[in-house]
């Protein structure tokens, strides 16, 4: 080690290093997102549809959620896809009066609704 490294300079390389670690630890933590449970599907569905008429625009008012996922499927690999369906088909059914209220977690939706806002603008695919 040099003769002229004192100890001010080690402890402003340290007081730096701290800085720099709850910086990185403050940007990996802002990018965690936590999901709040969802356990009514009119409120999953609620921020599903908002999501999507956000990232979608062009969507017409009245658009069916089989246009709607047509849309945005895709846009993450970590979506269940099948869990959405299951769980779209089954509050269909409740919506059109064929089923009771489908009951449990709704965290595929509300997933798959933040992944919308996370992305923004989708826009039209062909």
Do not use: H
Not at 1 to 29: N, Q
Not at 37 to 45: G, I, L, Q, R, T
Not at 53 to 69: I, Q
Not at 91 to 112: M, Q, R, T
Request: proline share 4%.
């Amino acid at each position: 080690m040099p003769a002229d490294f004192d100890s001010t300079t080690l402890a402003l390389l340290i007081l730096d290093s701290a800085i720099l670690v709850s910086l990185v630890g403050g940007v990996i933590a802002s990018r965690r997102i936590s999901l709040p449970k969802v356990v009514d599907p009119d409120v999953a569905f609620g921020l599903l549809e908002s999501s999507v008429k956000r990232a979608c625009p062009d969507l017409k008012d009245g658009f069916t959620w089989r246009e709607a996922l047509a849309r945005v499927r895709g846009i993450d690999g970590s979506i269940d896809w099948l869990a959405v369906t299951m769980t779209l088909t089954q509050y269909e059914a409740y919506k059109y009066g064929e089923a009771v209220k489908p009951s449990g977690s709704f965290s595929d939706i509300v997933k798959l609704a933040s992944r919308i806002r996370m992305v923004g603008g989708i826009g039209r695919r062909s």
